[in-house]
């Protein structure tokens, strides 16, 4: 937060809505007599309001560009309960009136609203001028040379200022007279300042791009407000990159040309225009043209598939690094290895399967290795001798799971501190980005991360790229388990690459076996039907059946 006298160090409370339904609007003049609360990143305020015919100041919430104390305000919203702070006005829509009193002129123009005009300033000009003070400023503000104390110098920058909150009022009153929610208004004020009307008149779909939480669906509807052609080629390029977002949500990393072109005339065709497939494909090859797109070869014979640039070029760093990864000689002497293997084992008590076995030599002898294989093959305990042999090796391990829950069980299975990826990487909030990187590396020799198939396509390209070239990494996952949330099928794909070694586990464990859960996620792999016990009282499985007409019914409490 900035240390503008409009920002304030208080950490605003929350304001959750509560369960009842929204109250009617409501509207209210009065004037802001101190704010609690103001971010000048996103214009997010809490102040204390004095309406006429009331003895006690009222909460208001809202987003506004600009406020201060002593400024008169006609706002529309609605009323509130919040469960720690009682009854709070929360802002739709404001704007901004003139002072209508002496006393309310003073305290106006002495709020700091107006840089060079403080308390005692205010006093001067409002004694002099009265209530046409504001007026003068507006139309005659060199007039102001006529009260005490005021030189020329002072009286520019009184005129610069005013000036600038102007502005900010004309922005803000032509984007709510155009359907701009106050909050998006505050927004697209603080990314564009007075260019904001410039900027919303020729093309509104740039705030999809430009400004967080305005996507193509509110700049759509802005761009009908300012009278934007629906056929422009604007809302078309906005639209195609808007069905790749789609996607991306469904976790897709990209369309096949012919999917995206009939998505995106389904998208943008409304009541009044229908969208002509060859325009919007003409358009997808211009946009390619001008880096918008990006178009490769797919899998399929003739097939072009179509990438978000960031996409495209996450998957392409993705792979180039793992191949440097790869290409890096690691000399490793395997006799020696093995002899450790056969004491690890004897002094634990434990066998390790011939799969197992192969798995631990291969992690010994290359840069990167998939362990992967159903529940109940022992990657649990495979992992384990791969820690403990890399840490005999005298290398320096790093553990990490996508997941906080799965970091502490691996914690828990090899008796090494594990943390998330994102701790692992250092996210750094404030910039919203992870402090290692290619320059700055994972300080370790050797890297496990398990439950590998819950890595996206993103994640996964921040978490390679701090890998040290002369490290080692071993991605530990069931690819029928547990998909990523966000776009892409990481581990999946890395195994169908054929270009990573990869050991597969098969072989189930006599006490992996007596589970129901394990047998029947195996029977469903294999394509056989799974064994499904009732719901009862007095269940012989661990793995159960509830009939139930409806899938919600399934969440609901019922009785045996």
Known sequence: MSDSPNSYNATPPPTPPTSTPPASTESLLGVVERL????????????????????????????????????????????????????????????????????????????????????????????????????????????????????????????????????????????????????????????YGDQSIAIVTRNPYQLATDVYGIGFVTADAIARNVGIDPGSEFRYRSGTLHVLGEAAEAGHCFLPQPELVERTVKRLAIADH??????????????????????????????????????????????????????????????????????????IGLQLSAQQRQAVEMAAQHRVLVLTGGPGVGKTFCTRTIVALWKAMGKTVALSSPTGRAAQRLSEMTGQVAKTIHRLLEFDPSQFSFKRDGEHPIP???????????????????LIKAIPLQAQLLLVGDIDQLPSVGPGNVLADLIRSGQIPVVRLTEVFRQAQASRIVSNAHSINQGKFPHLEPVSNQPQSDCLWLAAPEPEMGCKPFEI
């Open 36 to 191: 609690t609360y103001h971010s000048e990143e996103t214009g997010y305020t809490i102040a204390r309001f004095k309406a006429p015919r009331t003895s006690e100041l009222l909460t208001i919430v809202g987003n506004f560009a600009n406020i201060q104390a002593g400024q008169t305000l006609q706002l529309e919203g609605t009323w509130r309960e919040h469960p720690q702070y009682g009854q709070q006005f929360q802002v739709l829509q404001y704007q901004e009136t003139k002072p209508a009193t002496l006393t309310g002129l003073e305290k106006y123009l002495g709020s700091g609203l107006i840089k060079g005009v403080g308390t005692v300033t205010a006093r001067r000009i409002v004694a002099h001028f009265g209530l046409e003070t504001l007026d003068i400023i507006e139309n005659q503000i060199e007039r102001l040379n006529e009260v005490p104390g005021i030189a020329q110098k002072r009286v520019k920058m009184i005129q610069t200022a005013w000036t600038t909150q102007k502005a900010i009022k004309e922005v803000m009153l032509f984007l709510q007279s155009h359907g701009v929610s106050t909050t998006y208004a505050v927004k697209i004020y603080k990314q």
């Open 444 to 462: 370790a020799e050797a890297i496990v991360v398990d439950e590998a198939s819950m890595l996206d396509l993103f994640l996964a390209n921040s």
């Open 274 to 347: 229908q969208p002509a497939l060859e325009t919007v494909s003409a358009l997808i090859l211009e946009m390619a043209k001008a880096g918008e797109l990006v178009l490769q070869a797919g899998e399929l014979e003739e097939q072009v598939i179509c990438y978000s640039p960031p996409f495209y070029g996450a998957e392409y760093k993705l792979a180039e690094r793992l191949l440097y990864l790869l290409s890096e000689p690691l000399t490793v002497d395997m006799a020696r290895v093995q002899r450790w293997i056969d004491r690890f084992v004897e002094k």
